[in-house]
């Protein structure tokens, strides 16, 4: 596996396939996965003066606030800098996010966005791989299964602990053609952005993970001719030379 000194985002709906996708990234160029939830978790954690302000609304069961999750994600973003590129997922969810991601990283060359990817799936798809979800509710066991891509031996029952699965109210059809729906039109403005900034590559998500694993791999490799994502090059970019220390940490 090859480290790439490359930045991507990572967008996809509710079903797309995401967590799924961010993992064969993360795995194939070495990327530092950063998913917001992990990130506000670990600064609330580590008590920083931005993760109390997240906690003070989290425990509130409100919305952190964009100042305070583009806070935590530039200070994450920074005090890592020098190392592989990273891969965000769940962010930046609007303009005004990713607005305040660019302005964190000003004048940083090669700290900002490379790549949006874009994983695209109908809703019937969704539903159906949504709305096909079974947990325990069993709190000491919370085992996950599908109807159809991973059935528990016997129908509606928990392997492991034989209570009878349900079905989560977020997983209903008409709840996952909502959340669907409410997250194209939170990030139409975002991937119209990305796209007239030629930074968008949109990717068919209906298929099978590997299938759609492999268009995803294929939209970061550096293509010939076609100025694709800078590869793995130590030091990266024109100038480096005058400020030796600064561009060829990595591999710590
Ligand atoms: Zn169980």
Redesign the pocket.
């Known amino acids: 596996m090859a480290e790439a000194n490359v930045n991507v985002v990572l967008l996809g709906a509710p079903g797309s396939g995401k967590g799924t996708q961010a993992q064969t990234i993360k795995d194939a160029f070495g990327l530092r996965h950063v998913s917001t939830g992990d990130m506000l978790r670990a600064a609330v954690a580590s008590g920083t003066e931005l993760g109390l302000r997240a906690k003070a609304f989290m425990d509130r069961g409100e919305l952190v606030p964009d100042d305070v999750v583009v806070g935590i994600v530039s200070e994450r973003l920074r005090s890592e800098d020098g190392g592989p590129g990273w891969l965000l997922d769940g962010f930046p969810r609007t303009v005004a996010q990713a607005e305040a991601l660019e302005k964190a990283f000003d004048g940083r060359a090669g700290r900002a966005v490379d790549r949006v990817l874009y994983l695209r799936v109908s809703p019937e798809i969704v539903v159906e791989r949504l709305s096909g979800r079974r947990v ?1 509710p ?1 709190p000491s ?1 919370g ?1 996950a299964y599908h109807v159809r891509f991973m059935p528990p031996k016997r129908e509606g029952v ?1 392997d ?2 034989g ?1 009878a699965l349900v079905l989560r109210d977020d997983d209903r059809p008409d709840t996952v053609r909502q959340r669907l729906a409410a997250y194209e039109r939170q990030t139409a403005a975002l991937v119209e952005r990305y796209r007239s900034l030629g930074l968008l590559v949109e990717i068919d998500a209906s298929g099978s993970p590997k299938e759609v694993g492999d268009k995803v791999l294929a939209a970061l490799r550096p293509e010939e001719g076609k100025g694709g994502v800078r590869a793995a090059c130590a030091g990266g970019k024109a100038g480096d030379g005058q400020s030796p220390g600064r561009g060829g940490k990595r591999g710590g």
């Open positions: 325990c069993n066991c085992a928990c492991r602990c209570t």
